[in-house]
């Protein structure tokens, strides 16, 4: 059990767990995902961390389909900064207590801002890191938004 399955839990939030065999030399955890799971990929989303302002620490959390880029205007927007950039590795797994390529939205050591793609409003349900490379959690949209006080915006150009 990850800290993200027992937050929906926790929640009693509907979820299915979907578990594949990661390949340690696939170049996108997300598309791996994908693959794996046999989805469309507008439908598995990636968890990226940004920090504002030039500032490592104050960190903020992107959740967008795999397929997408973060642009980081957008990012800096929607969290109410001047400008963004991608967090430092290192900082995002100690923040957020889960390895690169397996960082969930959900049940991160700290709760952050977070910011959800609009297009996941279209789907009945979506695909994130369940909290371990491998491990996703399929659930609806407004239970993820629900369960990280996010908010839906555009993130992607």
């Known amino acids: 059990m990850t800290p993200a399955i027992n937050a929906a839990k926790k929640k009693k939030v509907p979820h299915t767990i979907h578990q594949y065999e ?22 598995v989303f990636k968890t ?3 920090c504002l302002n030039g500032e490592a620490k104050n960190l903020a959390v992107a959740v967008i389909p795999v397929d997408q880029k973060l642009n980081l205007k957008l990012a800096a927007k929607a969290a109410k900064g001047k400008k963004a950039e991608m967090a430092n590795p290192d900082i995002a797994q100690k923040t957020t207590g889960y390895v690169v ?7 991160q050591k700290k709760a952050l801002p977070t ?6 409003l279209d789907l009945d349900t979506l695909f994130v890191s369940a909290g371990r490379r491998g491990l996703e959690i ?3 949209p407004k239970d993820l938004a629900m369960l990280t006080r996010g908010e839906f915006v555009e993130l992607c150009l």
């Open 22 to 43: 990661h390949d340690p030399r696939a170049e996108s955890f997300g598309l791996e995902a994908v693959e794996a799971l046999g989805n469309d990929p507008k439908e």
């Open 138 to 140: 399929e659930l609806a």
């Open 115 to 120: 910011f959800i793609h609009h297009s996941a």
């Open 48 to 50: 990226l961390l940004f």
């Open 101 to 107: 390529g397996g960082i969930s939205p959900l049940g």
